[in-house]
């Protein structure tokens, strides 16, 4: 039986992401590589919803593809696994550079200025554009690697540790934090700062291992509420700690404050939207099967939105978060219907390989 809840968790992550990106082009907290500031308000109490979801909406993402791992790997072959990841995954991440993305990269290169250096080789440019290209497309390359990570550790363990971690109750779970703490410290990248490689990869694991348990699950279930309130804490005093502070970068995503707050916060979403979300409705499906879509192509929408009208001044502040959101969701949805029916390019930049596609 399809655990629907967890289809449910990945498109409604990802509209989170996608109102997320047209707060954070316009941010003022000091993020590079967007426009930044097109208000005249002193402070822009509305980035705080910045703070409320950047902790935990991608360790919630690589939480649930773990558990969805599990669950494919339950009926599939490494070899399947392997395949399907590499096609849905690394081809979009690589090839799909060259096919589709490096367009999304000449916006994020015009934006942070890159392009226009005249002491940088037209080569040079070009290897940026391209290289810029990846934007949001860094979540589909580490899943891929963790995939490919996770095929070698299951030949290792040989689900021993899996049926350990199926013990696990409330007790470890709370525990858990700390390991999660420890992985956040690790293989962090200096400069492109979402490559967390530790703290995602533990997320991913904990799905997989931990999460994909029934009993794990009911547990969950049975204490979200006081996940719920741990959660709500957390979310609350981090944005009151560091409202105003770059959050995204280092120290602050390697606190303990940030690491628990993603944490809990997934804990909490995964035990809630199982109790109450394992639904599926026309929508719901309808999100579903466009989520992978959205997420590849709305940044595109709102970065150049942002770099070829609201950077200029052409149009004013309000209307330019409002196209954003609407070109960032409508933009999606409408490459998405076009590429999903291309040959070639509905394989090289969404990873699909059949002829008939339901968009």
């Known amino acids: 039986m399809r655990k629907h809840y967890l289809d449910n968790i990945r498109w409604i992550t990802v509209v989170i992401v996608v109102i997320y990106h047209v707060i954070y082009m316009?941010?003022?907290?000091?993020?590079?590589?967007?426009v930044g500031r097109i208000t005249n308000l002193d402070v822009q109490y509305y980035d705080v919803f910045q703070y409320i979801?950047?902790?935990?909406?991608?360790?919630?993402l690589f939480a649930v593809a773990g558990i969805s791992s599990r669950l494919y790997l339950d009926r599939h072959t490494d070899k399947e696994f392997i395949k399907s990841r590499t096609t849905k995954l690394l081809?979009?991440?690589?090839i799909g550079l060259l096919a589709f993305q490096f367009i999304q990269g000449i916006v994020n290169a015009s934006i942070s200025g890159i392009l226009f250096r005249e002491?940088?080789?037209f080569v040079g440019k070009i290897i940026v554009a391209i290289l810029s290209g990846c934007g949001v497309l860094w979540f589909i390359q580490l899943l891929w690697l963790y995939s490919m990570a996770l095929v070698l550790v299951r030949k290792t363990e040989k689900d021993c540790l899996w049926k350990i971690c199926g013990r696990a109750n409330l007790p470890v779970l709370i525990a858990l934090v700390m390991p999660a703490y420890v992985a956040g410290q690790i293989f962090n990248t200096p400069l492109v700062v979402v490559y967390r490689f530790g703290y995602y990869f533990f997320m991913f694991l904990l799905g997989y291992f931990v999460l994909s348990h029934d009993e794990v699950i009911e547990g969950?279930?049975?204490?979200?509420?006081?996940?719920?309130?741990?959660?709500l804490v957390l979310i609350i005093t981090f944005c009151i700690r560091f409202f105003?502070?770059?959050?995204?970068?280092?120290?602050?995503?390697?606190?303990?404050h940030f690491i628990a707050d993603g944490y809990f916060t997934s804990l909490a979403i995964i035990g809630g939207m199982a109790k109450y979300g394992d639904f599926s409705t026309d929508f719901t499906e309808w999100m579903s099967k466009r989520s992978f879509g959205l997420y590849v192509f709305h940044y595109l929408g709102i970065s150049s939105v942002a770099y070829y009208l609201a950077?200029?001044?052409y149009i004013s502040a309000p209307l330019a978060y409002l196209l954003s959101?609407?070109?960032?969701?409508?933009?999606?949805?409408?490459?998405?219907?076009?590429?999903?029916?291309?040959?070639f390019f509905r394989w090289a930049v969404l990873g699909i390989k059949k002829e008939k596609t339901n968009v």
């Open 26 to 34: 316009y941010n003022t907290e000091g993020i590079v590589g967007v």
């Open 53 to 60: 979801v950047y902790p935990w909406f991608m360790p919630a």
């Open 91 to 94: 081809v979009p991440s690589t």
């Open 119 to 121: 002491e940088m080789p």
């Open 220 to 231: 969950l279930k049975k204490w979200f509420p006081a996940f719920a309130v741990v959660s």
């Open 244 to 256: 105003g502070l770059n959050y995204a970068d280092n120290p602050i995503y390697r606190t303990m």
């Open 311 to 313: 950077k200029p001044g």
């Open 325 to 343: 959101a609407v070109c960032g969701f409508a933009g999606a949805y409408l490459l998405n219907a076009i590429i999903s029916r291309l040959p």
